[in-house]
């Protein structure tokens, strides 16, 4: 066999192996997109049925075989939803609650990290070590004591025991003290010695660098307290101050003790909706705040 048809030979043989990878390639991807798409049908379909179950009148709800799109469209659930539950003080209670508790807890999750970053005092990083370590307790077993805690000084039913308990977050400070670690210390040193304040410097240097960390606690932390449950209906469930998640639970029940779950429905689609809202506009922060937070120190 002659130099050239044994290269002529290797050249088809090259041609089909680089065939047989690129259709290797383009199955394997198809399965994969494939594969997502049923992951997201399967993560979509319960916000579907909440969204078609809102607008079916109850008769229709409660037939044994189920439909997948109502037969009569009743956007009146929604108005019905609103005043039923008093969406709107519910509404007003929660973005207080959210709002100052985000704010307050930003504050000290800021200064925290600061202070364990780059502020040098003894014992820090066995403090640092010991607060980590209250990380692996539940926070249900905190419940009891939390409880006769704020009862002792007189919280109940107010808008103080829903926003001071939780104002301390060790995650929160972990998260941006090791955002603040991936600045570099010369910066601090230099500002030292042009006269620069710790807090200055905190202000202008380093709150800046970290602003997407900053971004991604605010909405962690207010779409916490948009879905808090447990603690609000132990220690505020009085009208005055109850949140959202709280004044769900039986807005909806008729006086023969049914339930309209139509209304309750669309009352959970109106509640969701801001969430929704945030996680797809915002959700690059989230994403680019806690790939930014390292693993530095």
Known sequence: MSKDTMQILHAKDMGKESSRSRVMGILVQALTYAFLLLMALIVLFPFYWMI???????????????????????FSNYLEAFTAAKLGRLFINTMYVGLVST???????????????????????????????????????????NYQTVTTFGWINTYTVLIVP???????????????????????????????????????????????????????????????????????????HRLITNGLRNAFTTTSGD??????????????????????FLRKYIMSGVSRSG???
């Open 259 to 280: 339930v309209n779950y139509p209304v309750q429905m669309a009352a959970v689609a109106l509640v969701s909706a801001p969430l929704f809202l945030v996680f797809i």
């Open 103 to 145: 704010l307050l807890s930003l504050v000290i999750t800021v200064l925290s990290a600061f202070a364990f970053a780059r502020l040098e005092f003894k014992g820090k990083n066995a403090l640092f070590a010991a607060l980590l370590a209250t990380m692996m307790i539940p926070g249900e077993l905190f419940t009891i004591t």
């Open 166 to 240: 939780f104002l301390v977050s060790i995650f929160y400070i972990y998260l941006l003290r090791q955002n603040f670690l991936q600045i570099p210390n010369e910066l601090y040193l230099a500002a030292k010695v042009d006269g620069t304040s710790d807090l200055k410097y905190l202000w202008k240097v380093m709150v800046p660098l970290a602003l997407p960390t900053l971004i991604s606690i605010t909405i962690l932390k207010m779409m916490g307290a948009w879905n808090s449950y447990i603690w609000p209906r132990l220690v505020a469930n009085d009208e005055a």
């Open 295 to 297: 693993i530095k120190g």
């Open 52 to 74: 078609i179950s809102s607008l079916k009148t109850l008769d229709e709800y409660r037939l044994n075989t189920p439909t997948f799109w109502p037969r009569v469209i009743m």
